[in-house]
């Protein structure tokens, strides 16, 4: 099983900060990871495929990094909607597996 | 739009069992693979379980394995979770999932809002 491990688990950011969220995984994954944003209630949003390509429909100041075993997704300028528990997923190996989760609040 | 609703949770003793569904609108339910996905308290999230956009391969969590069974029903667009032998651990809240394309490994697009199943005495 690959192991993800995201960080930081939680964070603050004020808006018009640049917000950077790891995840690493235990072997090889290509890049076959996805990031996902859920805020409370809600149903999980598709935000990043394939470790870089923004979905569309997504704003561009969200971007994702990596490939291999190191991964980030990372905000820029920061804005209060953006508030919310953000996660990846990898698809690469059975079976799939999850990133421990990172929720983001506003300082 | 996509919709996924999910629906059936509640609680439960353990031992007892419990029937999920998600129902699905919005897009060709008949050729996308559908996953089970559970996030127990405070943890992260934790596959549960795929089918085929066939229904002919189901896998499975070595977790529930052997308890929790998936199937579909394509005439009504809806996927469904059978969970017997249940156990405090299976407390969570579960969500059904789209896979992003017809390829069976991949990720996922499209995620319910789920619902809570809690397993206590």
């Known amino acids: 099983e690959t192991t993800l491990t995201q960080s930081p688990a939680f964070m603050s950011a004020t808006p018009g900060d640049k917000v950077n969220i790891s995840c690493k995984a235990s072997?090889?994954?290509?890049?076959?990871l996805n990031w996902y944003q859920q805020k409370p209630g809600e149903a999980a949003i598709f935000i990043i495929q394939?470790?870089?390509t923004l979905v569309p429909g997504v704003p561009p100041r969200f971007s994702g990094s990596g490939y291999g075993t190191d991964f980030t997704l990372t905000i820029n300028n920061f804005e209060s909607e953006d508030a919310a528990y953000y996660f990846c997923?990898?698809?690469?190996?059975?079976?799939?597996?999850f990133g421990q989760g990172t929720t983001v609040e506003i300082k | 739009q996509v919709h996924l609703v999910e629906s059936g949770g509640g609680v439960v003793q353990p031992g007892r069992s419990l029937r999920l569904s998600c129902a699905a609108s919005g897009f060709n339910f008949n050729i996308y693979a559908m996953h089970w996905v559970r996030q127990a308290p405070g943890k992260g999230m934790e596959w549960v379980a795929v089918?085929?956009?066939?229904?002919?391969?189901?896998y499975y969590a070595d977790s529930v394995k052997g308890r929790f069974t998936l199937s579909r029903d394509n005439s009504k667009r809806t996927l469904y979770l059978e969970m017997n032998s249940l156990r405090a651990e299976d407390t969570a809240v579960y969500y059904c999932?789209?896979?992003?394309?017809?390829?069976?490994?991949?990720?996922?697009?499209?995620w319910g809002q789920g619902t809570l199943v809690t397993v206590s005495s």
């Open positions: 394939e470790a870089t």
């Open positions: 089918i085929s956009y066939d229904g002919s391969h189901k």
């Open positions: 997923l990898q698809h690469e190996n059975f079976p799939w597996t």
């Open positions: 072997r090889d994954i290509d890049d076959d």
């Open positions: 999932a789209r896979a992003e394309s017809q390829d069976f490994w991949s990720g996922y697009a499209n």
